[in-house]
């Protein structure tokens, strides 16, 4: 649309049976948008401007919004949501941008409670759950790395460096697929997901890292935009920009963290001290918790209950 730079598309669909937005307050949601759209002037300020849509494919979990050309969505949407969403989306853009982010999937595990099974490469839904945490991130990344400890040449085949844990000694250090690490685990490598963070943030080579573990295969999909917006107002705050130790998490899942570049050194210090809590580090260095989740959001497959429940689900 040209002129306008976010256009929220509110679902209104309507069903007499079953879940639909229209029946879940939608109408209203949109009309409060409107209104403080046009009463604040953020058509012509921040060139915004809300439309009603029809199904966007979520009824179980509307009312749904989605944001063009960003592609941000939301589920489940208050009133609060929204009037908030428009605040963000007003704000003057920083420096943050999604193309400063690498992604990194977290895959080094023992494995202990699947019977010391590799679980990344172990089949969920029809492909093995690295591949979903892979092509969930994909489209919001500017690229991948695969933190993982054994089976290094089949994770290598997905075509994304592959990190295996390494001693926390100097920053200058290059993380690398080394030759030594064949298929069995080394299980004095595997140091927990901070290791695995550590060397994700060694060889990456954008200010930001995105850190999802493989085992939550339908984390929210907006999830990194929630990130994102988190960074760009800790940017606009603070002005201290992505050079300063930075971290956000989701509340609860601490390894669901977005990291900037600066955390390099302070983790380094971290992990020396022999600390390998990754809710200490982000305690350690100020991270700010993202709420509004709920424990279904990022339910993870554990035991090998957990993997046949679903497969057969
Ligand atoms: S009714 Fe809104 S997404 Fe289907």
Wanted: hydrophobic residues 40%; proline residues 5%; contains cysteine.
């Amino acid at each position: 649309m040209p002129g306008y730079q976010h256009h929220l598309f509110v679902c209104t669909n309507e069903r007499d049976e079953g879940s639909s937005c229209g029946r879940r307050g939608s109408f209203e949601i949109l009309k409060a948008l409107k209104a403080t759209i046009r009463g604040r002037g953020l058509d012509h300020e921040a060139g915004i401007m809300a439309t009603k849509s029809g199904c966007l494919g979520l009824c179980s979990v509307g009312p749904n919004l989605v944001v063009y050309p960003q592609g941000l969505w939301r589920s489940s949407l208050t009133h609060a949501d929204a009037i908030g969403l428009l605040k963000e989306l007003a704000k003057p853009m920083s420096d943050v941008r999604l193309s400063d982010i690498t992604g990194l999937v977290l895959a080094g595990g023992q494995g202990r409670r699947i019977h010391g099974e590799d679980k990344g490469l172990k089949f969920w839904r029809g492909q093995p759950l690295i591949d979903h945490a892979l092509h969930r991130l994909a489209p919001r990344v500017r690229t991948l790395l695969i933190s993982a400890n054994r089976n290094l040449a089949l994770y290598a085949k997905r075509g994304y460096p592959v990190l295996p844990d390494e001693p926390a000694t100097d920053p200058s250090d290059t993380a690398h697929c080394s030759a030594d690490n064949t298929d069995g685990l080394n299980a004095k490598n595997s140091q927990g997901p901070l290791a695995g963070i550590y060397q994700g943030l060694i060889k990456a080579q954008t200010p930001w890292l995105m850190v999802v573990p493989c085992d939550v295969p339908l984390f929210p999909a907006d999830l990194i935009d929630r990130f994102w917006w988190a960074a760009q107002e800790s940017f606009t705050d603070s002005g201290a920009g992505m050079v300063q130790a930075r971290s956000f998490f989701v509340e609860g899942q601490y390894a669901f963290c977005l990291l900037s570049k600066g955390c390099l050194a302070p983790l380094r210090h971290f992990l020396g001290t022999g600390q390998r809590r990754i809710e200490d580090f982000h305690h350690q260095v100020g991270a700010i918790a993202l709420k509004g989740f709920t424990d279904s959001d990022f339910r993870n497959l554990n035991t090998p209950t957990d993997f046949d429940a679903d497969c057969s689900a």
